[in-house]
């Protein structure tokens, strides 16, 4: 992973962690949204700008991969280097989380 990719990923965003984390299935915007407002209970929700922003960041950068285009809409999927960067986060939330409870990180 390159010195950009890690400057602009590490640590995330909240958004662009829940994009990532649902890119583990193939997925368009739209479901995005959806499956971020349900799975934190409508505490965080993406807007249309914000969303596609994202993605087309993240593809970009080479994050997440167009798979193809149904109904007008884009499917898309997480990379390698996507899952290398969402796995470095995961890390440090779960770090966060062990030190918040007193407990000291011994990595995965």
Not at 12 to 27: A, P
Not at 61 to 82: A, H, N, P, V, W
């Amino acid at each position: 992973m390159d010195a950009h990719i890690r400057k602009v990923y590490v640590p995330m965003t909240e958004t662009g962690f829940y994009i990532l984390y649902c890119l583990q299935e193939e997925m368009h915007g739209y479901n995005i949204g959806l499956r971020v407002k349900v799975m934190t209970c409508g505490e965080v929700t993406i807007s249309p700008g914000t969303m596609y922003g994202t993605l087309s960041k993240m593809e970009k950068d080479g994050l997440i991969s167009f798979l193809r285009e149904e109904d007008k809409r884009k499917i898309y999927q997480i990379t390698d280097l996507g899952r290398d960067v969402l796995n470095l986060e995961l890390a440090r939330i779960e770090r966060l989380y062990k030190n918040s409870k007193g407990e000291r990180y011994n990595g995965r």
